[in-house]
């Protein structure tokens, strides 16, 4: 992205050099200026007066506010009670200074962040099958080169538009697209072929397309033998996945399942994507495992043009997770609860390693804690809209209003803001330096533009001071985002995420640098696991997954499939894009999506209200009639607050592994409203 012109009026436009996006911007990016002057923008810190209003302060009454009550709730219930929760937008700098922040100052378990509800599955899955979690572990261009590829769950052609060129060069070089959504998307409508699931069917789905590619000897065995491990117990698994058993389950019939287990198989080269559809479920990590054996089995793994990847979300969904602000992990992708990496991080911050914190809670387990016995009793949010975003948000939104002190920071007094005791105005994205990761683990520079509006500090001052006043300030003395980097560098070396060899110059220079990168004079990894995998024993392992009904199924009072994801001109929980006027324009309201079977069924007009309830309550939506759907399942986007929020639906039932919310399906009711 490239922005000219001033500060009161800045122009933004695509970078044509950049090799990632080629100077495609989404909507978003065309009209992200239009949020830094906003007149609703926060220009003052804000506390809550005697009689319950939010009224300006000094930035001094409201950092030595904040640090009493810290100061106070840790005195009272220990050092865990203050929590910490961050968001994958942030930069790598302040990701990793919000993890050191709630270590070393705070001296707090309980630091988690949004990611938690986007890339954890992906992310577990990818650890578990090849040792380490980069999204894509092979450069984009790889998808314009792919003779065949499944994207599983992921509506790119609204949530990510600037790579949808990959996907347009691979199906004009004569490539094979298969989408798997129970939505006809404008994605899917791209696809040759759609394999349009019930929701929460995505490991049967796999299981079945495995079944064919053993069946009809489409598997590369000599690669399975070589490189991997388990074969044998996925083999024994997806036998009992017979097609016409899984057509009955996933609804995809088995001239589609064959189609789709052909494409893939007769390939010379091919990519299995996943994204949010068959991640964001209770059985998350074992859909995208049951996808990635599926890699495993055809010997992708490892190969140009071929593999498999996830399409990690945020600005920065990739080095947000990586740094330490997740609760069960140091920088460098490190554990936290592994010997040798707590000595190695608290050499780097000059510390005792016993001084560390253990794991503590993950995002939903934090929040659901928030005001209880043995929970977190005051909060910091920095970069997240949890009232909106978090599922079963009518509980949390509960949760959030018992805690003793809430402090929240924003650009916007967004839904969680309005809730809190201390609101801080934060720096935006052209307001700081600072890196950026992106879905190819490409370390990338985001540049200052402007100086912030008077009034308004970035949140690595804000941190840095915190720290100061809680007595922690040696540890907290940087000069610039430059200095947090290298540091950051050298707390990851030999980790996982290996940033070491990666500098401010470094990056600049060459577009970019794609960890690991354990030296200086190394020149980054664009493409993993040439050489075998990050494993133990440098082979993959594949793991037998089963087909799980969901926990909260459609029954006679709630009869229908609930899922919720993105529309194209609204962003996440839609503090920025409600904001300007031209995206509110292109998507003014939230809508229900309804097939016009079901639409008939329930008496719901096109333009039409509905209300829709669920085990959790109801929200309020406006009706839009069509046939790109199933008929069994309704789809809303979750970028509203108040009685339009899909999240008062949604259903907190966590992974086991990843604790990430099942967001993708649920039992649910429709009907008109007057
Ligand atoms: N415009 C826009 N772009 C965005 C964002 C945004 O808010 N707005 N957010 C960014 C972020 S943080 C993320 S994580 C990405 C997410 O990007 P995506 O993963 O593409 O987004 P979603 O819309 O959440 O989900 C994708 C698709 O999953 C489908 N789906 C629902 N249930 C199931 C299921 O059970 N199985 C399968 N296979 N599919 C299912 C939905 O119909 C939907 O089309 O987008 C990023 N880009
Ligand atoms: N039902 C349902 N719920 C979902 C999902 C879904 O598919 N369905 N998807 C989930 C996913 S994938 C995600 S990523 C989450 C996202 O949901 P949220 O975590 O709520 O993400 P945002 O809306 O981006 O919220 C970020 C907030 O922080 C502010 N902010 C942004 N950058 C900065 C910064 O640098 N500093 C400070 N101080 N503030 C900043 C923004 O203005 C905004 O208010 O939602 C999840 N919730
Ligand atoms: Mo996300």
Not at 373 to 381: A, K, N
Request: hydrophobic share 40%.
């Amino acid at each position: 992205m490239v922005i000219e012109g001033a500060a009161a009026d800045p122009k933004i436009a695509g970078n044509s050099e950049f090799p990632v996006n080629k100077g495609a911007l989404c909507i978003k990016g065309w009209t992200a200026a239009g949020t830094l002057n906003h007149p609703e923008r926060l220009r003052s810190p804000l506390m809550r007066d005697a009689d319950g209003r939010l009224a300006p302060v000094s930035w001094d009454a409201a950092m030595t506010r904040i640090v009493s009550e810290f100061k106070r709730t840790q005195e009272d219930y220990g050092a865990d009670a203050v929590g910490v929760f961050g968001g994958g937008s942030l930069t790598n700098e302040k990701s990793y200074l919000l993890g050191k922040f709630a270590r070393v100052a705070l001296g707090t378990a309980n630091i988690d962040y949004n990611g938690r509800f986007c890339m954890s599955s992906a992310a577990a899955a990818s650890i578990k099958a090849f040792g380490i979690d980069r999204g894509l572990p092979f450069p984009v261009e790889d998808i314009a080169g792919s003779e065949a590829i499944l994207l599983v769950g992921s509506n790119a052609s609204e949530t990510m538009p600037p790579i949808m060129q990959y996907f347009d060069t691979q199906r004009a070089n004569g490539g094979r697209l298969i989408v798997a959504d129970p939505r006809l998307t404008t994605t899917a409508q791209r696809a040759d072929l759609h394999l349009r699931l019930t929701p929460g069917t995505d490991a049967a789905l796999a299981n079945g397309i495995m079944h064919i590619l053993v069946r009809d000897g489409l598997i590369d065995t000599d690669y399975i033998e070589a490189h991997t491990e388990g074969f044998a117990s996925v083999r024994a698994t997806v036998s009992t996945y017979w097609p016409e058993r899984v057509e009955r389950i996933t609804g995809v019939s088995e001239a589609n399942l064959i189609q789709a287990a052909r494409m893939l198989g007769e390939a010379r080269t091919a990519i299995v994507l996943t994204a949010r559809g068959a991640e964001q479920q209770a059985q998350g990590v074992n859909n995208t495992l049951s996808f990635i054996n599926i890699a495993l089995a055809l010997g992708l793994v490892g190969k140009p043009n071929s593999g498999y990847g996830c399409l990690t979300g945020q600005g920065n969904g990739q080095g947000g997770r990586e740094h330490g602000q997740k609760a069960d992990q140091l920088p460098g992708y490190r554990k936290i609860d592994d010997p040798a990496a707590r000595e190695h991080v608290a050499s780097v911050w000059g510390i005792d390693p016993d001084t560390l914190p253990a794991p503590g809670k993950s995002a939903y387990e934090l929040l659901d804690s928030l005001g209880q016995e043995g929970g977190v009793r005051s909060l910091l949010v920095l970069g997240s809209n949890v009232v909106v975003s978090a599922p079963n948000a009518v509980h949390v939104e509960r949760r959030l209003r018992s805690l003793d002190f809430l402090v929240v920071s924003d650009f916007f007094l967004s839904e969680t803001a309005e809730l809190a005791d201390v609101v801080l105005p934060s720096a935006q994205w052209a307001e700081e330096d600072g890196t950026m990761t992106n879905l190819e683990g490409r370390v990338i520079m985001r540049k200052w533009a402007f100086e912030p509006p008077d009034g308004i500090r970035d949140d690595m001052q804000v941190i840095c001071e915190l720290a100061e006043r809680l007595g922690k300030g040696e540890h907290f003395s940087y000069g610039s985002t430059e200095e947090v980097f290298k540091e950051l560098g050298r707390a990851s070396a030999g980790g996982p995420a290996d940033y070491s060899g990666i500098s401010y110059a470094k990056i600049e220079a060459n577009d970019g640098v794609f960890w690991p990168c354990p030296d200086e004079g190394h020149a980054g990894t664009p493409r993993m696991f040439t050489q075998g995998f990050a494993t133990a024993n440098g082979k993959a392992q594949f793991h037998a997954v089963r087909h799980q009904q969901p926990a909260d199924p459609p029954n006679s009072k709630f009869p229908l499939y609930l899922t919720t994801g993105r529309l194209m001109a609204q962003y996440q929980s839609g503090t920025q894009t409600r904001r300007v006027a031209e995206l509110v324009e292109m998507s003014p309201e939230a809508t229900v999506e309804v097939h016009p079977t079901t639409a008939r069924l329930y008496g719901l007009l096109n333009g039409g209200r509905s209300r829709i309830s669920t085990r959790r309550g109801d929200a309020e939506f406006k009706v839009s009639v069509t046939a790109n759907i199933r008929e069994d399942t309704l789809f809303v986007p979750f970028h509203w607050g108040g009685i339009r929020a899909a999240n008062r639906l949604t259903n907190a039932t966590l992974d086991p592994t990843s604790r990430m919310p099942k967001f993708k399906v649920c039992g649910a009711m429709i009907e008109a409203m007057g």
